[in-house]
C-alpha cells in the first residue's frame, strides 16, 4: 500500500492484536492465580511485617483498581473482591490515622502497631490473603502497563496536537485507529491533511520496527500543513515518543527547530555548516 495513512493504521492494528493476545495470557494467569491464594492454606504464624503492608494497602488499592475491572470475572465475583480489597484499604487508612511513619521512629511505630494487635490478630489471615490479592493486582497491572506501553503513548502524544479542537485520537478494542468528535465516533477520512500528517509521523515513531531498528527517523519538511503552534511543539512532542533515536529534519521553519538552534546545519548551493557546535 503506497497510502502512508493506511500503513500506519495497519501497524497500530497489527500491534493492538498482538497486545490484546499478551493481555488474555495476563489476565487468565491472574484469575488463576487468584483462585490459587483462596484455595492454598496459609500459615497460621503472624507476620510482624504485615502491619506494614496493611499500612500500604491503600495507596496500592488506588493503584490497581482500574485494573481489577478489565479482570475477566463474574459480576458477583468481582464486586466481592472489590468490597473485600476496600475495606483493606479503609483499615489501612484507620492505621494510617494512629501512626505516621514518616515522622516516626521503628520503635514508636513498632510499639503503637502493637496496641492494635489484638484486633489484627484475630483476622490476620484474612489480611494476608486480602495482601496477596493486592500484590497479584499490583502485578497484572505493571504488565499491562507494559503490553500496552506503545498504544498509550502514541494516544498521549497525538491528542496533545487535538487539546484545541473537538477531536480526540483513540485506538478501539479492535485496534482500529477512531475519531471521537462531539461524542460521535468517525474513522480517519475526517482528518485534516496536518492532521493526518501527525498521526503518520508519530505512528511511525512509536510502531515502524524498521525505523527502531534503525535509530534513525529523516523527515523532509515536516511543518507541511502544521499549523505554526503544532510546528513549535513537534520536536519535544518527538522526544517524548523516542529518545535514543536520532531524529534528522530537513526544514524551512524557524517554529521547527525553536530552541533546538544548537544541532542546526545550515545547507546553501554551495556549502554545508553547523551554526554552533553540536
Known amino acids: 500500500n503506497d497510502d502512508p495513512l493506511s500503513n500506519i493504521i495497519e501497524l497500530i492494528k497489527s500491534h493492538a492484536l498482538a497486545n490484546r493476545t499478551k493481555s488474555f495470557k495476563a489476565n487468565t494467569q491472574l484469575r488463576n492465580n487468584l483462585i490459587r491464594n483462596l484455595l492454598e492454606k496459609n500459615e497460621e504464624k503472624f507476620k510482624p511485617n504485615l502491619y506494614i503492608e496493611i499500612y500500604k494497602a491503600s495507596e496500592k488499592y488506588e493503584k490497581v483498581k482500574k485494573s481489577l475491572n478489565s479482570v475477566s470475572l463474574g459480576k458477583d465475583i468481582h464486586d466481592l473482591i472489590t468490597q473485600r480489597l476496600q475495606e483493606y484499604a479503609d483499615l489501612s487508612d484507620v492505621l494510617k490515622g494512629i501512626v505516621d511513619l514518616s515522622n516516626t521512629s521503628e520503635q514508636e511505630a513498632e510499639d503503637q502497631f502493637n496496641e492494635l494487635k489484638a484486633s489484627i490478630k484475630e483476622e490476620f489471615i484474612d489480611y494476608e490473603r486480602l495482601n496477596k490479592i493486592l500484590d497479584l493486582l499490583e502485578k497484572y497491572t505493571e504488565r499491562n502497563n507494559e503490553i500496552f506501553h506503545k498504544i498509550n503513548l502514541f494516544q498521549e502524544l497525538i491528542n496533545r496536537f487535538f487539546v484545541d479542537t473537538d477531536k480526540t485520537l483513540f485506538i478501539d478494542f479492535e485496534g482500529t485507529l477512531k475519531v471521537r468528535s462531539n461524542q460521535v465516533r468517525y474513522d480517519t477520512s475526517i482528518l485534516s491533511s496536518g492532521e493526518r500528517q501527525l ?28 499549523h505554526i503552534s503544532w510546528q513549535e511543539m513537534f520536536i519535544d512532542t518527538l522526544l517524548q515518543g523516542q529518545n535514543d533515536i536520532q531524529l534528522i529534519f530537513a526544514t524551512h521553519s524557524p517554529a521547527i527547530v525553536s530552541k533546538y538552534d544548537d544541532c542546526l546545519m545550515t545547507v546553501n548551493d554551495s556549502e554545508m555548516y553547523f551554526s554552533k557546535d553540536c
Open 199 to 226: 498521526v503518520i509521523l508519530i505512528g511511525n515513531l512509536i510502531f515502524n520496527r524498521e525505523m527502531l531498528k534503525n535509530r534513525i527517523f529523516i523527515i523532509d519538511e515536516p511543518e507541511l500543513s502544521l
